[in-house]
């Protein structure tokens, strides 16, 4: 299956997208903001990021942006805040920057692993 980086300043929501890509069979490495992703991913050389969009030091826009000038071809999943006009504008923006799929707060599962499958696909 893939290796993911998985991008959230939130813990108890990495542990729990954690746990089901892992179910899922992938392996998962988890960083906290974008700047440890961006350390991370020099280092690990995943097959996809999944990353939060509002976070400290790096966010997810820039995180994007700068994954994308390394590997034009890496498949990234942006998530944010569901509820909020806010995070549908941030979801918009990724999409627009280059992010493959986004998935708005909260994730259900079946969402997550349908998005992961078609941004694999498409790698």
């Not at 899922?24 to 995943?46: K, N, T």
């Not at 000038?69 to 280059?98: C, H, N, Q, V, Y």
């Amino acid at each position: 299956m893939a290796r993911i980086l998985l991008v959230d300043d939130e813990a108890m929501l990495r542990r729990t997208l954690r746990a089901m890509l892992e179910r899922a069979g992938h392996a998962v490495i988890e960083a906290e903001d974008g700047a440890q992703a961006l350390r991370i991913f020099a280092r690990e050389s995943p097959d996809l990021v999944i990353t939060d969009i509002v976070m400290p030091n790096v966010e997810g826009v820039e995180t994007i942006q700068e994954l994308r000038r390394r590997d034009p071809d890496l498949p990234i999943i942006a998530m944010s805040g569901g509820g909020s006009k806010g995070g549908a504008l941030f979801l918009t923006i990724a999409k627009e920057i280059g992010a493959t799929r986004t998935l708005a707060k909260p994730i259900r599962q079946a969402e997550l692993m349908e998005a992961l499958a078609a941004s694999l696909r498409k790698a």
